[in-house]
């Protein structure tokens, strides 16, 4: 708490807030993690302080949330906004939000060992062939 004469930053009364919102499983996860999910119909959000919202889909990640405040606010407000825009209208969420789908990544190390693989099956039928 602060001093009598210490003003409290924005992004401690934005956090004590998001704090007081939470329910208590969400809580504990943003206070070990600096994040945590919300389950919802549509999805299982995880809602960070310092990247977008990623949104999963039958435990693999589908998309990213992108919800921009109008005035520059802490961080935590942007938390605040998204958990209590999806606890109570999780359709208007995906209406006011941006959503990105998410990128299918490739994994190189993959593609060289498949690579590998098939030149020693190239190799393996020449050898036999010839």
């Not at 919802?40 to 949104?55: C, F």
């Not at 693989?117 to 190239?122: A, C, H, K, M, R």
Request: charged residues 25%; glycine residues 4%; neutral net charge.
């Amino acid at each position: 708490m602060a001093d009598e004469g210490e003003a409290i930053t924005p992004e401690a009364k934005s956090r004590r807030l998001l704090c007081e919102i939470l329910p208590a499983q969400a809580l504990k996860e943003f206070l070990e993690k600096d994040h945590f999910h919300y389950y919802g119909k549509l999805g299982v959000y995880r809602i960070s302080r310092d990247s977008q919202t990623e949104i999963y889909r039958k435990g693999r990640l589908a998309a990213s949330g992108c919800l921009q405040l109008t005035i520059f606010a802490p961080s935590y407000d942007r938390m605040v906004a998204e958990y209590l825009l999806l606890s109570n209208d999780e359709q208007l969420y995906w209406t006011k939000a941006n959503i990105f789908p998410a990128r299918p990544t490739i994994d190189f190390r993959v593609l060289a060992v498949a690579a590998l693989d098939v030149t020693l099956l190239l190799k393996l039928v020449i050898d036999y062939v010839y």
